[in-house]
């Protein structure tokens, strides 16, 4: 089936620094990848949606300044979390799809981000 | 904006008993998934309802849709306490206008079976 690994599982910075989250599609291409953000006991929020080679599209409210995200190939995005603050510590998810369909949304296993 | 509503929000059942989770959601789509999530972890996929009164059912977990009423339930049978877990479902908002599909979770139930 569908793997999409995600990197790192676990991650504590410094406020003020910025942290970088990679997302793979392990055998299939995504030519869609998703972010969401999921605060404690709360649900999964969409970030962004990114199509590769384009720009992301972001949801509203989110900073794209603060969240920048790439989509450089059909089998990696990453999302950056610069100038990282407290209020940014939560659990960051993403999601892969297909053109076709044929996999659905596959989720990474999550990274934990704590910024101390 | 689409709202995906679950309830209840927090479910506290004896092992043996049955319930069902409702999901609400509030635009047309024609396609659904459920997802099961374990504490710290990310998300198992369940089910994935793909048209107007699809049923699908593994093990003790049956999921349906009905989207003219917009509607989807999660059938629990005889609950177990390995079923304890948050339940979330999710709708796909199609594609319409050259927008690209995106999922949009609801609420979250989170089930606890006590033995």
């Known amino acids: 089936g569908a793997v999409v690994s995600q990197h790192p599982s676990r991650v504590i910075c410094k406020s003020g620094t910025s942290v970088k989250i990679e997302c793979r599609s392990l055998?299939?291409?995504?030519?869609?990848m998703f972010w969401y953000r999921q605060f404690p006991k709360q649900s999964l929020m969409l970030m962004a949606t990114?199509?590769?080679?384009?720009?992301?599209?972001?949801e509203q409210g989110v900073e794209k300044d603060k969240f920048l995200i790439n989509h450089a190939s059909l089998t990696l995005s990453t999302l950056t979390v610069t100038s990282a603050h407290p209020e940014d510590s939560s659990f960051y998810i993403c999601s892969a799809s297909d053109l076709g369909g044929n996999y659905g949304y596959t989720f990474g296993s999550g990274t934990r981000l704590t910024v101390v | 904006e689409l709202k995906v509503e679950q309830n209840p929000l927090f479910l506290s059942m004896q092992e043996g008993k049955n319930y069902t989770i409702y999901c609400n959601y509030s635009?047309?789509?024609?396609?659904l998934y459920w997802y099961r999530q374990d504490p710290g972890k990310s998300l198992e996929s369940l089910f994935v309802?793909?048209?107007?009164?699809a049923v699908k059912q593994e093990g003790r977990l049956m999921a349906s849709l009905d989207t003219k009423a917009r509607l989807s339930t999660l059938h629990i049978t005889a609950a177990v306490h390995d079923l304890s877990a948050t339940y979330f479902c999710?709708?796909?908002?199609?594609?319409?206008?050259?927008?690209?599909?995106?999922?949009?979770f609801g609420t979250g139930t989170l089930l606890a079976v006590q033995p």
């Open positions: 635009t047309t789509s024609d396609r």
């Open positions: 990114s199509n590769e080679g384009s720009k992301a599209t972001y």
């Open positions: 999710a709708v796909d908002l199609m594609n319409y206008g050259g927008a690209t599909n995106k999922l949009i």
């Open positions: 309802l793909l048209s107007n009164g």
């Open positions: 055998d299939f291409q995504a030519t869609t």
